[in-house]
């Protein structure tokens, strides 16, 4: 089963619709977001809410199984939230994320939060916000975001470069894994999603938003470790264990001092590469 650390595709389907649910959790995916925002007519809100806490808990998947739930203050969020807190759900996606609407989910339910980043608010108080205890990850909510700022789409991607920048530096003073790319819109084009993966793992993104699971296996192998990477990881882990072995809790290889949070991050990789083959097979 894949984890909020590790997971590289966050696979969106709407909670209202019981068939792409159910194709969402029984796919690749890593984590699977039951969307109960944006995907849901008003009038439709609480039967996706029912709809989703039964499918979370009846569907078999190995994918991190969670829910958007509506924003603070919009007339949904209490249900949605009293709703998941007897669910098989193992984590929350709150939108529209400031400093105060984690605290406030937090106070309320128990649960790992996956945080997006979309209004102007949300982005000034990323380090904030990633900081919390009960967050695991920040998203980027690059749509509505650019649509609050006024930004105009661009084929490199660098009207969101701030943002992205800015979400990856505060996750890593945070303590907190890479975050998660914005969503590739156009289901159709696939090498402008391979592209779209590319620049966001180079700017140190380490998954991305899905709407469609033929999305999915473009994403795991742009996001994969790379064959540099893992003889990189190999080495550390062997150095650290016969430092281990011999009593020692500090290592050096080829110059370079290797610790507890390296050698974490090593394994980590080489686990990503496991999953990959089997997602493969």
Known sequence: MASLQSARSFLFAPGSEERKLVRALESDADAVVADLEDAVAPAEKK????????????????????????????????ADVAALQTSQADGIVLPKATASAVDAVARRIDLPIVAIVETAVGLREAFAIASHDSVRALMLGAVDLG??????????????LFARSALV??????????????????????QGLARDCAAGRSLGFRGKALVHPDQIAPTHEAFAPSADELRRAREI???????????????????????APVVERARE?????????????
């Open 237 to 259: 882990v062997a150095a650290y264990e016969r430092a281990e072995a011999d009593g020692r809790g500090v290592v050096a290889l080829a110059g370079e001092m290797i610790d």
């Open 147 to 160: 649509l609050q700022l006024g930004l105009e789409p661009r084929d490199d991607g660098h009207e969101i």
């Open 47 to 78: 039967a996706a809410r029912d709809l989703t806490v039964r499918l979370v808990a009846e569907t078999a998947s190995s994918a991190v199984r969670l829910v958007r739930v509506n924003g603070v203050g919009t007339e949904w969020h209490d």
């Open 269 to 281: 990789l080489l686990s990503e590469d496991k999953r990959s083959v089997l997602h493969a097979e």
């Open 169 to 190: 530096v505060d996750s890593a003073a945070a303590g907190l894994r890479g975050p998660v790319d914005r969503v590739w819109v156009d289901v159709r084009d696939g």
